[in-house]
């Protein structure tokens, strides 16, 4: 099931033509990305950390596609939806609304993420709490 955050664009996030600049989209989609941890009682602090289990999550991938435009007090629901890619792997699809009345999706988005040990820097799997997240999804 989808994780939804919803959230309204501010003027820092436009460019000089007043829309939303694309790399702005990434930036919004990881506040969801964050927002999905803690509703699932993740701890985002220990967890960009590499918390108490020694494990660090970098995003080794991401894309977007741009639909429509977002301007300065646009309403947007931000979903975002885990998937699993491996034992040490996972994805975040993201789809990015502007609440209507209609509704029109104005971007799609994905990151990849990958496990990895703090010190050694080795692939390792999802923690149990992550693992539980992304299988949710």
Not at 79 to 101: I, S
Not at 121 to 132: C, G, T
């Amino acid at each position: 099931m989808a994780f939804e955050y919803p959230r309204t664009i501010h003027f820092p996030e436009t460019d000089a033509a007043g829309v939303v600049f694309f790399a702005a989209y990434l930036g919004l989609c990881h506040e969801a990305y964050e927002e999905a941890l803690s509703a699932a009682g993740m701890r985002v602090s220990d967890f960009f950390a590499g918390g108490r289990h020694g494990v660090i999550i970098p995003i080794g991938r991401s894309e977007a596609q741009y639909l429509r435009p977002l301007t300065v007090g646009d309403r947007i629901l931000i979903r975002a939806r885990p998937e699993r890619l491996d034992a040490h792997r996972f994805a975040v699809n993201y789809e990015v609304v502007r609440t209507g009345p209609p509704e029109k999706a104005v971007a799609r988005a994905r990151t990849e993420h990958v496990c990895i040990h703090a010190t050694s820097r080795e692939r390792v799997p999802l923690p149990v709490e992550l693992s539980a997240w992304v299988d949710a999804g």
